[in-house]
């Protein structure tokens, strides 16, 4: 399988309402256990409710709008994705409600509400610009995930270097583009999910502090934006740079940071030098790293 084949493989599997099939359903099941035993019943309700409205309903939407603009299932024209954003929107904030009407679990309740305000933020950036709605869409659950369990949900990390190259490879976007959507989308799922849970009094039980899920993702997110950072400026010996930058980095997560957090800091940048070397010369980040000339 060639490289193209690879990336556009990983871009279907990253769609946004694809890839909340299986992140969502750890969640819930994570949300079913109380007190050690897995409540079955409130398990179906939240997975009905998380299907319907985080995957069932946009892909509706997406498949419709692109047969009607006879376009890819990307919807790659800027222009064109503003009517599946808005349907989007309704959509998580219909199963915002639903949760609160069928008293479901806090977290899932507000997690949908994270999900309805960062699509409205990816609608009025992609006014302007067409940041990637993969990244942001797989940095939501994962920033979840890391609430919900620390370091083993910040191992989904691994997905964001891999979901880069593929939008980048396949030209959907630019590299600023990708790495910027699960930036974004990483930081405000974490600090949405606090303030909510304060401003509407839905208490969120057994989740790691603010703090640390904000040093979970700053590992994540650490070497692609070195990498990306590097991509776009005009200096010489960005290798030697990079590993000065890693090595800070390091330094940093060692002395500031539990030793996990440094751990998903290594998972990530050797996750991201191993695609840069697969990538090969086509990719800006294997001429950083590889190319000495």
């Given at each position: 399988?060639?490289?193209?084949?690879?990336?556009?493989?990983?871009?279907?599997?990253?769609?946004p309402?694809?890839?909340?099939?299986?992140?969502?359903?750890?969640?819930?099941?994570?949300?079913?256990?109380?007190?050690?035993?897995?409540?079955?019943?409130?398990?179906?309700?939240?997975?009905?409710?998380?299907?319907?409205?985080?995957?069932?309903?946009?892909?509706?939407?997406?498949?419709?709008?692109?047969?009607r603009?006879?376009t890819?299932?990307d919807?790659?024209?800027?222009?064109?994705?503003?009517?599946?954003?808005?349907?989007?929107?309704?959509?998580?904030?219909?199963?915002?409600?639903?949760?609160?009407?069928?008293?479901?679990?806090?977290?899932?309740?507000?997690?949908?509400?994270?999900?309805?305000?960062?699509?409205?933020?990816?609608?009025?950036?992609?006014?302007?610009?067409?940041?990637?709605?993969?990244?942001?869409?797989?940095?939501g659950?994962?920033g979840?995930?890391?609430?919900?369990?620390?370091?083993?949900?910040?191992?989904?990390g691994?997905?964001?270097?891999f979901?880069?190259?593929?939008?980048?490879?396949?030209?959907?976007?630019?590299?600023?583009?990708?790495?910027?959507?699960?930036?974004?989308?990483?930081?405000?799922?974490?600090?949405?999910?606090?303030?909510?849970?304060?401003?509407?009094?839905?208490?969120?039980?057994?989740?790691?502090?603010?703090?640390?899920?904000?040093?979970?993702?700053?590992?994540?997110?650490?070497?692609?934006?070195?990498?990306?950072?590097?991509s776009?400026?005009?200096i010489?010996?960005?290798?030697t740079?990079?590993?000065?930058?890693?090595?800070?980095?390091?330094?940093?997560?060692?002395?500031?940071?539990?030793?996990?957090v440094?751990?998903?800091?290594?998972?990530?940048?050797?996750?991201?030098?191993?695609?840069?070397?697969?990538?090969?010369?086509?990719?800006i980040?294997?001429?950083?790293?590889?190319?000495?000339s």
């Amino acid at each position: 399988m060639n490289k193209l084949k690879i990336a556009k493989r990983i871009s279907d599997l990253t769609q946004p309402p694809i890839i909340t099939i299986p992140l969502f359903l750890i969640i819930c099941v994570i949300l079913s256990f109380e007190n050690g035993i897995f409540n079955l019943g409130k398990f179906i309700v939240m997975e009905a409710i998380s299907l319907v409205f985080t995957s069932i309903l946009p892909i509706l939407i997406i498949v419709f709008w692109a047969k009607r603009l006879n376009t890819d299932f990307d919807i790659s024209n800027r222009q064109d994705r503003f009517a599946p954003l808005v349907v989007g929107i309704i959509s998580y904030f219909i199963g915002f409600l639903v949760c609160l009407f069928a008293d479901a679990d806090n977290f899932l309740a507000l997690l949908l509400l994270c999900y309805c305000v960062n699509t409205g933020v990816v609608l009025i950036i992609t006014s302007k610009w067409k940041i990637s709605v993969h990244t942001t869409g797989i940095s939501g659950p994962i920033g979840a995930l890391i609430l919900l369990l620390g370091p083993l949900g910040a191992l989904f990390g691994i997905i964001y270097p891999f979901v880069i190259w593929s939008r980048v490879l396949l030209k959907k976007h630019t590299l600023s583009q990708a790495i910027c959507g699960g930036v974004q989308g990483f930081f405000l799922t974490v600090i949405e999910m606090y303030l909510y849970m304060y401003l509407l009094n839905k208490p969120l039980y057994g989740i790691i502090s603010l703090e640390m899920s904000c040093l979970y993702i700053l590992a994540i997110i650490f070497t692609p934006v070195v990498l990306g950072v590097l991509s776009y400026i005009d200096i010489k010996n960005k290798r030697t740079i990079f590993a000065v930058a890693e090595i800070i980095g390091a330094i940093v997560f060692i002395m500031f940071a539990p030793l996990q957090v440094f751990y998903i800091f290594v998972v990530l940048t050797v996750t991201s030098v191993l695609i840069s070397y697969f990538a090969g010369c086509d990719f800006i980040w294997n001429q950083i790293l590889f190319q000495t000339s």
